[in-house]
């Protein structure tokens, strides 16, 4: 294996820092701001959310990472999503930007910006400024320094997500190889179905890489990463994912699909891959995750639409929560997928302990042993496979069950 | 208002006659099974759901609609669905068609099914065909005879559903006119979000139409009645919607796209929207209708998106259910749905008592009268407009609050 998990997380390449402060923008008992900076510039790759309404600092990113301009700093918030916030929004990022710049002797146009929390509020600039200040004259390269930001910047998240490794590319000079880091972290509990990005994703890489070629790379991973996650079917107005390479890893520069452009693609689908279940396994209120194994569909995006529409389908997260084994849940939501396939040519089966029970085979829903089905469905991850029988394409999608706690989360998230 | 309404449901019109049985399917306490009956031969139109995996009744159906065929009798079960069958449930739809036809003295292939339940398990003929013949002996026209089958259909459903209307149309003979009855009786709580029909739902007519013309006038109102509704965001293997016409009341025969066609096609969309509204205010679980009105959209097909994107949305549902006034939520399920519309133009309000609260506007969520918001978001129906401002197309949505009890009867619903 040529990726290796280490510890850490968006602190885990050279020459990132990390930083977080109690802001108070809304929580009053807790670290609420983070920030990364980098020791030098670094190219910028990212994807955003497809929503129409985007939040403010979704398009400030935009813009900077479209441009193409070097970036050192990204600075986070939690609590308000400074979305719906019309041109005042736009105003309040730019002053963010340019007191994140004063306090760290950078442009403001290589700050770029993150917010999560309620729609509609406008962030209170000057508990901004006060926390990046702060954060500004505490910045620090521990991974505990990344640990911390990666709490900071939870909502309703009860874990918090971080995750990096590590790879061998060929040295800029000399015959050697080099160790190059990638790691980051995100946030995301609510208001989680990705479509081209995810809630809140920073990563951070020492690659030596083309931006472009990142970009390219971050694209293609995300549609089996992030975009294979569902918690509540509800797309987010700020939904970001970034990710920095400022080259202190001293490879070989990756300017074409090479072997090495094949090797980071692979590190980055682990990350991405990784802090994508951690997401949906902690779903708002879900006490497991589910994953949807298609295989042997026709076509690869026909195979990610089948697993999405199983674990987004509100029955199937129903059914998941009550243990119940139901399967003709499942079977309903890939026939309304919008995917042709054969009902009675599919197979469905419960997976896990090394075991599978077949549910549905030649067209009906078959007798199983019910106490094998409820000892599968009580483990932590819920595993089912649907076999097409069409071609050889496969895609995993993952969720969570839909729980009273999700209700009760979400039936008073304002105050 | 040339269409007026009136008490009853599928025996509102002349020459229908329903009874219902306990045939002790799933359910042993209660009435179970339901048939109406047409005195002479009827047209048929019908929609049906747009899942790839179809329950054995709607393909006989299907089926039979298709061949243009009189047909005279419909029968329902609730408790199993009769779907995931396989070539077993074919068997089973024919072999109940059959005894319903031996009973009453009429081809099986004028018998329409109807089944509604868990997904998988086979249908036991044997309690089948007694119901069929207990039902075939004691067939009314009463309205209490209608209402009794409309409680019969029920599963997780907490109130039947019915609805009748008339209206004159010219007579057949002379110069008058006649007067039309229109009625229909539907269930549905769960699994439902149509596409293109909805749970069950059967409509009798004593107005004498041609079956073309029937089916041109369904296809159009489901568009805006049972296509509108979403409980959960998962479209049934079951739904089926069929209208019965048995031309008693002698009008003039409806032979092409007159004044007289537009007066039956209002009289089947208040029935439709009525019965489809009832569906979602009674989803699984559900203490509030909401109702989503989009106004001033620059299609009607856009209309339609944006306004079922937020009665669909696992947040709004969840908000509605919490009566917490969190209009970003709305915001964010309009800016998914798929339309392009501009984010800065549009309002957005809450509405009811005769008054309306400005939520959104210029880009920018509103401060609004808190007090307010509770008290409107306290009652039955909460009522939500968009005014979109790019043209003058419109649509509503109707769907229902996310509640603890709608995942508890999920949690385990087969048992």
Known sequence: MTISKIQGGVTAARGFQAACCAAGIKYQDRRDMAMIFSTVPCKAAGTFTTNLVKAAPVVWDQTIVNSGNDVRCVVVNAGIANAATGARGMELCEASAEAAGKALMISKDSVLLGSTGVIGPNIPLDKISAGISAMAASLSESLEAGTAASEAIMTTDTIHKECAVCFELPAAEGEGTVT???????????????????????LTTDCAIDAGLMQKALSAVVQDTFNMISVDGDTSTNDTLLVLANGLAENRPITEESESFRIFSEALFTVCRELAVMMAGDGEGATHLTEMHVINADTKENARKLARSVVSSSLVKAMVYGKDANCGRILCALGYAGVLFDPDRMELYLEGDGERLCFYREGCVQAFDEDKALQLMSQKAVRFTGDMKMGTAEATAWGCDLTYDYVKINGDYRS
């Not at 190059?180 to 920073?202: D, Q, R």
Request: positive net charge.
């Open 180 to 202: 190059v880091h990638l790691g980051g972290m995100s946030k995301g509990s609510g208001m989680i179905h990705p479509n081209m990005s995810t809630m809140l994703a920073y």
